[in-house]
């Protein structure tokens, strides 16, 4: 929009110059035609013409090379600041890593926080937050508490930070296994939760399509589930062989489904253990 308004002036200043100069003629030869005017302008006005065509090629030059906006501006300024601040912080890390004698990875897992970290005192107490917090990696851990015995070293915190870093490397088969473990045993406890509630979303189902279908989760985890309902017998169960109804309660993790007339008649399809 700029390169196009500049040229647009320095067009209209050509026509004025030519203009003037060409009035400049007829005022000072009023007896000359306009043809004889016109030839004893033409060179002056082909110079004014030629120095235009310069001035507009060299303000485009200038204007697309060199010209910015405030907006412009201020990008670029933005631009250089967000550059320096990662040069700044390239550089404070490069000079922490040597320093400490840490090595990139140990520095990265460094910068996790849990808390606002000013001292060396808080790095202390975020790594034995996120400890206690046992929402970690073993393997992680131990990078962490390495890195801490490198810079706590010499400090009031060395020998704390140096005796649990010693555990966890020693213990980290163990303390991995129990991760497992209670990761195991949470989801089984989600899964167990799920299968309840699916008994009851299915009770409030089979009585929207008028069936009084009682249903009962039981068992370890949640894992067998029986359907109570006076006309059950073979000719029910087999249809619901035949029309993937077991199968259907299967996926949401139950193992034994049985179905009972609430007396004498009682079959169930079992899945596995």
Same mark, same amino acid.
């Given at each position: 929009?700029?390169?196009?308004?500049?040229?647009?002036?320095? $067009?209209?200043?050509?026509?004025?110059t030519?203009?003037? %100069?060409?009035?400049?003629?007829?005022?000072?030869?009023?007896?000359?035609?306009e043809?004889?005017? $016109?030839?004893?302008t033409?060179?002056?006005?082909?110079?004014?013409?030629?120095?235009?065509?310069?001035?507009?090629?060299?303000?485009?030059?200038?204007?697309?090379?060199?010209?910015?906006? &405030?907006s412009?501006?201020?990008?670029?300024?933005?631009?250089?600041?967000?550059?320096?601040?990662?040069?700044?912080?390239? $550089? *404070?890390?490069?000079?922490?890593?040597?320093?400490?004698?840490? !090595?990139?990875?140990?520095?990265?897992?460094?910068?996790?926080h849990? %808390?606002?970290?000013?001292?060396?005192?808080?790095?202390?107490?975020?790594?034995?937050?996120?400890?206690?917090?046992?929402?970690?990696?073993?393997?992680?851990?131990?990078?962490?508490?390495?890195? +801490? *015995?490198?810079?706590?070293?010499?400090?009031?915190?060395?020998?704390? @930070?140096?005796?649990t870093?010693?555990?966890?490397?020693?213990?980290?088969?163990?303390?991995?296994?129990?991760? %497992?473990?209670?990761?195991?045993?949470?989801?089984?406890?989600?899964?167990?939760? +799920?299968? $309840?509630?699916?008994? &009851?979303?299915?009770?409030?189902?089979?009585?929207?399509?008028?069936?009084?279908?009682k249903? +009962?989760?039981?068992?370890?985890?949640?894992?067998?589930?029986?359907?109570?309902? @006076?006309?059950?017998?073979?000719?029910?169960?087999?249809?619901?062989? !035949?029309?993937?109804?077991?199968? +259907?309660?299967?996926?949401?993790?139950?193992?034994?489904?049985?179905?009972?007339?609430?007396?004498?008649?009682?079959?169930?399809?079992?899945?596995?253990?």
């Open positions: 929009m700029i390169t196009f308004t500049t040229i647009l002036v320095f $067009l209209f200043i050509i026509f004025l030519n203009s003037a %100069i060409k009035n400049s003629a007829k005022n000072k030869f009023p007896k000359n035609t043809a004889q005017n $016109l030839r004893s033409e060179k002056a006005r082909q110079t004014v013409l030629v120095v235009g065509v310069i001035m507009i090629f060299i303000s485009t030059l200038f204007i697309n090379a060199f010209y910015q906006t &405030e412009e501006i201020a990008d670029e300024r933005e631009r250089k600041e967000i550059s320096d601040k990662i040069s700044a912080e390239k $550089l *404070a890390q490069e000079n922490d890593i040597k320093r400490w004698g840490l !090595t990139p990875t140990e520095y990265e897992i460094l910068l996790q849990e %808390i606002t970290v000013n001292t060396l005192a808080d790095e202390v107490k975020n790594a034995y937050k996120i400890l206690k917090s046992r929402k970690y990696f073993v393997d992680t851990e131990v990078i962490r508490f390495t890195g +801490m *015995a490198k810079k706590t070293k010499g400090s009031e915190f060395a020998k704390r @930070i140096e005796k870093r010693d555990s966890l490397i020693k213990n980290k088969e163990a303390i991995g296994k129990k991760q %497992i473990a209670d990761l195991y045993k949470k989801a089984s406890l989600e899964e167990s939760g +799920m299968r $309840l509630k699916y008994g &009851e979303d299915l009770r409030n189902l089979l009585l929207d399509k008028s069936l009084d279908i249903v +009962m989760v039981f068992g370890k985890d949640n894992k067998k589930i029986r359907l109570t309902y @006076i006309l059950f017998n073979d000719v029910w169960f087999r249809k619901f062989e !035949t029309l993937g109804c077991f199968d +259907m309660i299967h996926e949401k993790g139950f193992n034994h489904i049985e179905l009972s007339d609430g007396y004498h008649y009682g079959r169930w399809m079992q899945y596995g253990k």
